[in-house]
């Protein structure tokens, strides 16, 4: 089943690492300040809800204002330019899969990924 779940400390993201290395993980940023990241987070929250039980996927979700270290590490530590609202899609290896940002994040450019 899929999970989703949002976290804010470095902590956390280890537990996950730790808690979902068998499965691809999607993290989702997003700024509550920015209309763009409220509609993209609307359309990405309205894919997930659609995703079959037996999908074996995990996403997370970042608060970029709230946790701006932890939006950060990450982005550096997959040497990803940091923008909001992005998708960084990671292999179950913890590879940077696919990544996108702002209107480039779709229900189609999503389910597309799953495929991949």
Same mark, same amino acid.
């Given at each position: 089943?899929? +999970? #989703?779940? &949002?976290?804010?400390? *470095?902590?956390?993201? /280890?537990?996950?690492?730790? @808690?979902?290395?068998?499965?691809?993980?999607?993290?989702?940023?997003?700024?509550?300040?920015?209309?763009?990241?409220?509609?993209?987070?609307?359309?990405?929250?309205?894919?997930?809800? +659609? #995703?079959? &039980?037996?999908?074996? *996927?995990?996403?997370? /979700?970042?608060?970029?204002? @709230?946790?701006?270290?932890?939006?950060?590490?990450?982005?550096?530590?997959?040497?990803?330019?940091?923008?909001?609202?992005?998708?960084?899609?990671?292999?179950?290896?913890?590879?940077? +899969?696919?990544?996108?940002?702002?209107?480039?994040?779709?229900?189609?450019?999503?389910?597309?990924?799953?495929?991949?």
């Amino acid at each position: 089943m899929p +999970k #989703l779940k &949002e976290i804010h400390t *470095l902590e956390e993201w /280890k537990e996950i690492k730790s @808690d979902y290395a068998t499965e691809e993980i999607v993290v989702f940023k997003y700024s509550p300040l920015c209309p763009i990241s409220a509609s993209v987070e609307r359309d990405f929250d309205n894919w997930f809800s +659609k #995703l079959p &039980e037996e999908q074996k *996927l995990s996403c997370v /979700k970042i608060n970029v204002v @709230d946790s701006r270290p932890l939006s950060r590490a990450l982005a550096e530590s997959f040497k990803v330019n940091h923008q909001s609202p992005q998708v960084i899609w990671l292999t179950n290896n913890l590879e940077v +899969k696919w990544h996108a940002s702002h209107y480039d994040i779709s229900s189609r450019s999503l389910s597309a990924n799953l495929k991949n």
